[in-house]
Structures are given as structure tokens and as C-alpha cells.
């Protein structure tokens, strides 16, 4: 924490208050968890606590070790560093903060204050007494050279005109967004309320919360979603690749955690097969718990259809008129679906033979046969259904109560099988591989991608009620839809993973309501955690991440002037200290451990 002199020097803005009243103030505003008596010792004041105070802050002399003048030393160039930052980028800050809240008003000049003020706070603040007084000695040297002296005969305010301009360059296409980060740092955070193990309103402790859960690990940056430490640890693995190592251990342990999530719960389906490689098998057991159920069902039909007709109930003549007209009103089609003719060919030489008494035997044949030339999802399944549909009409009521019995099976397993486009599909393995409606490997696509939530639950109800067998297929479609939104993910060059496919999988079946279905309201609210966290930690806002690896003017100047001012160790050593930090802070934090103690 600075000291009240720092404070002052930073924001000048205050010199008018009393000590004491900027204490308090700073006090209730963002320290009023800490006693006063120990806010007023950190701030350096003496005296404070004493009601009526002097309004000057009087400060105990202490001598100066030779281990305090060694270490001022040592962080001079970062203290330096973050005096150049400070005027650079508080300017920035400030006008950013004016512009959201409006140039020229009271809530834009407060507004730009805020801004500026914690922008300051960003930057390295010393650690010593030592190291200011040799950056103000070092100051008014340099002051006295002439500007010919290159980067360190030049005053260090020179480099704020040059980048301040530069930073208006670089965000004037962005200005909106950045004004809308701004205004999100400056608004004052919800109340902490953690407790009973549920989530504080505070959106970081919601986002560490729920990567602990799904044990998903997230940086500082992520869980707060800070723009500037976003930035950092995205930069430091590329500037300092082996001082940043734990950071890029840290993010390839993400990476591998993430995977790992949705093998778990790949797993807690109780799918056998999910795997990238896996889609033909997946398909294959599908198929054979359809087809095997199908063909169980049928079964029962066919042997319905055989006592009725043992019983002498199918030798009723029926008239064929309404067929007759049907085929008529179709002959236009005709000429482009063969099997209307088909049908009308079949109709005319049972007439003949049977001298135009056609039995209900004649029309159950005959509605075997429109069965199958019709295809499903083809013109032919269409006309081939009403064909069907007329036969039942003209037998409807004929016979005695075993054929009516009969033809109600026969009813339930049209409707759950033959008049359902997907099962129908699907069920085409039964002509043989070859003529197969649907590749094994496009099995899961067709029930569980493409179709509407209606037709894929009119598919897996199948499988649910079709025994183990059909109940396990059902659980490997489940699996595979893990696996899916896996695949998405990982779908992406350079084995980078890639959040946009993922939530454009996720959110589809959202919408479709299909995760319910599949997976329960819970499991849902599981797969759509698990997408946030993900969001988390590979969603960066627009600049956090440089991607070209370029330095910007600020950059660069640094490093050329701590080249010429400070020893090699001393650098090294600054450098070494300060990236070590920061990685170890990015890669340590937790935002509900810090809440639970009431860390700032």
C-alpha cells in the first residue's frame, strides 16, 4: 500500500484535503476492513487517531542501512519503469473515463479521476526509501543533459506525448468496448456474500466456484477477468519463456483438465464406446437394437395376422373401389413414381385371377408390397403411405375380432417404425449393407444432430423400452454426444481448442431442448457449466492477447533505458523477481479463498 505522500504525489487532485480526511476517506471507501489505527501506521501518519490531528503528515527519521541503499539500488529501474507507465497510460485512463462519462460534466471529470487512480495503482510501487531518492537525483541529472544524448539524455515526461498518441491510434477503432470495460472497472462491486456453499453475488467468485466444481483450474486473470492481467499472462510466456514456465505448465494443465471433464462425464453415461473413433460402433449397436426390436414386434404381427386367418376371419371379399379411385386420381404422379403403377399392375391381376373378388388376404399381401416399394424420405414412402392408409380404410371393420386385434398391432408398429422417417431410415440395413439408407458412421447424426427433438425421441423411447441391449445403445448415443461436443472443442490447427465450436454444439442442442431430454435438467445445468468455465479460461477480451509479439513504444524504451542505467544483476535480478511473481500470483489465486479472508 502506499504511503498518504505517495498518494498525494499520484493524485495531486487531493492536496487540498486534510490529512486526516483523506485518510478517513480511503478509509471507508476501500480499506474498512482494516482497524483504523493500522490504515493510519501503513498510510505513515503519526498521530492520526488523535481526534484534531495536524493537517501535515510528520514522519519519524530513521537511518538508512547499507542493505537499504544496496536494495534501493536494485529497484530503481522498476521504479523508474512504473513512473513512465504511470504517465503514459493515467492520461490515457483519464480521458477514457471522461469520455464514458461525458467530457466537460462533473460525472465524466469523476469519472476520468477513478480511472486515472487506478490505472496509477497498476504500476510498481517501491519498496524502499532509498530507491525514490536515487530515481529523483537520477531525474534531476538527466533533466540537465541536452537531448542529444539519445534515450537517456531525454527527460522521461518527453515519452508521454509520443504515446499517448500512439494509444489513441490504437484504440480509436475500439473506443466503445473500451469505454464499456472502463465503466465496468469503475463500478463498485456486489456485496460478498458467501456462505452455505453457495456462489458470492461477486462474478469472480461465480467463475472460480464453477471451475472448482467442474475441477477445472483458472488463472487470476480469468477468474476476474481482468483486462491487464489477461494481457500479462498472455504476454509473459512469450517474452520471458523460461521465467513464465509455470504459467505455460499452468495452461497445458487447463487444457488437459478440460479434456478430462468431459471424459468423466462421457463416462457417468455408462457409454462403452465413446471415442472420436467410435461413431461406426456407436451406429452399429443403434442399428441392431432397432432392427432387433423390429423384427420382435413383426413377429407378434405376422402370428396376429395368422390366427385370424386360421380362423377363417381374412376370407372376406372387400370391395376395391376405394383403391381403384385412388390410383386413378395419381395417375399424373405415375409417370414419376413407378410404384403407383406398381401398385395399380398388382391390384389388376388379383381382380383377374380372383374374378374380381378380392379378399381381405388379397389386400394384406397387397399392403405388404406398398410397404415395400416405398422408400423412406422419397416420393415413393410418401404415395406407398397413403396407399396403406386407403387399405386400411377398406378393411376397416371387416373380419372378426382376431383380424381387428391384428391390424392394431400392425397399426403400433407402423407408427413406430415404418411411418417414422428416422426409424425408417434407419431400419434400411435390413435390405442388406449395401442398401443400407444410412452409413453406420451416420447413425448419431441423423437421431441425434439433425433430427427435431420429436423424432429423437421417438427413436430412443424405442431403444429405452427395447431391453439392455437397446437400453445401452441408448446410453452410447448419450456418450457420443460428449464425445461430439469433445470433438468440437478440439476441432482446431495447431491442437489449439476451440470455444466457439463448442458453444455452437452446445447451444444448438440447448435450444432443441435436447439436452433436457438426454440428459436430465441437472446434467444440463452441468454441460452448460462446463461451457462457461471454458469460456473463462480460452475468451479473451479484444487486445488482452498479442498475437504479433511486438512491444509498443513503452516497451521498448524500457528495456533501452535500464540497459544504460543499471547494472546487468540488477536488472536480471529485478526482471527475475517481479516475472516469478506475477506467475506465481496468476497461477496461485483464488478468488474464494481471498473472499473467505477478506483479502482485497
Known amino acids: 500500500m502506499a504511503t498518504l505522500a505517495e498518494f498525494r504525489v499520484q493524485n495531486p487532485d487531493y492536496n487540498d484535503m486534510p490529512d486526516v480526511a483523506l485518510a478517513d476517506a480511503l478509509h471507508s471507501k476501500y480499506y474498512a476492513d482494516i482497524p483504523k489505527p493500522q490504515f493510519y501506521k501503513q498510510l505513515g501518519l503519526v498521530g492520526a487517531d488523535i481526534p484534531g490531528a495536524a493537517n501535515v503528515t510528520t514522519m519519524q527519521p530513521k537511518p538508512v542501512s547499507m542493505q537499504d541503499r544496496l536494495m534501493g539500488l536494485v529497484e530503481t529501474p522498476a521504479i523508474m519503469a512504473g513512473q513512465v507507465g504511470q504517465m503514459v497510460a493515467t492520461p490515457v485512463a483519464r480521458m477514457f473515463g471522461e469520455a464514458y462519462g461525458g467530457y466537460g460534466t462533473p460525472q465524466g471529470k469523476e469519472m476520468g479521476q477513478k480511472a486515472a487512480q487506478v490505472t496509477s495503482q497498476q504500476f510498481y510501487q517501491p ?20 537531448p542529444t544524448y539519445g534515450a537517456l539524455g531525454n527527460k522521461l515526461s518527453v515519452l508521454s506525448g509520443p504515446a499517448i498518441s500512439q494509444a489513441r491510434n490504437i484504440a480509436a477503432p475500439a473506443v466503445a468496448s473500451t469505454q464499456q470495460r472502463m465503466a465496468a472497472l469503475l463500478q463498485p462491486q456486489n456485496p460478498q456474500m458467501v456462505g452455505m456453499g453457495a456462489a458470492s453475488t461477486n462474478p469472480a467468485l461465480v467463475r472460480q466456484e464453477r471451475a472448482l466444481q467442474q475441477n477445472i483450474p483458472l488463472t487470476k486473470g480469468e477468474q476476474l477477468q481482468d483486462f491487464g492481467l489477461l494481457k500479462r ?52 449397436l443403434v442399428d441392431n437394437a432397432l432392427v432387433k426390436e423390429f423384427d420382435a414386434k413383426e413377429l407378434k404381427v405376422n402370428k396376429a395376422y395368422e390366427a385370424a386367418r386360421n380362423a377363417g376371419e381374412t376370407k372376406q371379399v372387400v370391395s376395391t373401389a376405394p383403391l381403384e379411385q385412388w390410383l386413378e386420381t395419381n395417375a399424373p404422379e405415375a409417370i414419376s413414381v413407378s410404384a403407383i403403377n406398381t401398385i395399380g399392375a398388382k391390384l389388376e391381376q388379383l381382380k383377374k385371377i380372383k374374378n374380381g373378388q378380392v379378399t381381405i388376404d388379397d389386400l394384406e399381401e397387397l399392403y405388404k408390397s406398398a410397404g415395400q416399394l416405398g422408400e423412406a424420405g422419397k416420393p415413393s414412402g410418401l404415395f406407398m403411405k397413403q396407399v396403406k392408409g386407403v387399405i386400411n380404410e377398406m378393411t376397416e371393420g371387416a373380419g372378426g375380432d382376431l383380424y381387428r386385434a391384428a391390424r392394431v398391432q400392425r397399426a403400433e408398429l407402423g407408427r413406430d417404425f415404418e411411418n417414422t422417417y428416422r426409424v425408417a431410415k434407419l431400419l434400411g440395413t435390413r435390405g442388406g449393407y449395401a442398401d443400407r439408407a444410412i452409413a453406420l458412421d451416420d447413425v448419431f447424426s441423423n437421431i441425434v444432430l439433425d433430427g427435431s427433438l420429436e423424432e429423437m425421441r421417438t427413436v430412443t423411447k424405442l431403444l429405452k423400452k427395447g431391453g439392455p441391449q437397446g437400453q445401452q445403445a441408448y446410453a452410447e448415443l448419450q456418450g457420443q454426444t460428449i464425445q461430439y461436443m469433445k470433438d468440437q472443442l478440439t476441432k482446431n490447427a495447431g491442437g489449439q481448442l476451440s470455444f466457439a465450436k ?38 479473451k477480451p479484444e487486445g488482452a492477447v498479442n498475437y504479433s509479439n511486438s512491444g509498443s513504444v513503452i516497451a521498448r524504451y524500457f528495456d533501452a533505458l535500464t540497459k544504460s542505467i543499471s547494472p546487468k544483476f540488477a536488472k536480471d535480478f529485478m526482471k527475475n523477481r517481479e516475472v516469478k511473481k506475477q506467475v506465481e500470483e496468476s497461477t496461485k489465486y483464488n478468488a474464494l479463498a481471498d473472499a473467505l479472508k477478506g483479502t482485497k
Request: proline residues 5%; negative net charge; hydrophobic residues 35%.
Open 502 to 539: 463448442l458453444k455452437t454444439a452446445i447451444d444448438t442442442l440447448d435450444r432443441e431442448d435436447k439436452l433436457v431430454y438426454m440428459f436430465g435438467k441437472q446434467g444440463r445445468e452441468t454441460l452448460v457449466d462446463v461451457r462457461n468455465v471454458i469460456q473463462d479460461a480460452l475468451v
Open 233 to 284: 499472462e498472455s504476454d509473459l510466456p512469450k517474452e520471458n519463456p523460461e521465467l513464465a514456465k509455470g504459467l505455460t505448465e499452468f495452461k497445458q494443465t487447463q487444457k488437459e483438465s478440460i479434456l478430462r471433464r468431459f471424459q468423466q462425464m462421457a463416462d457417468q453415461t455408462g457409454a462403452e464406446y465413446a471415442d472420436p473413433t467410435a461413431y461406426r460402433k456407436v451406429g452399429s
Open 127 to 146: 519498496r524502499t526509501e532509498t530507491g525514490p531518492d536515487i530515481v529523483n537525483q537520477l531525474g534531476k541529472a538527466l533533466s540537465a543533459l541536452p
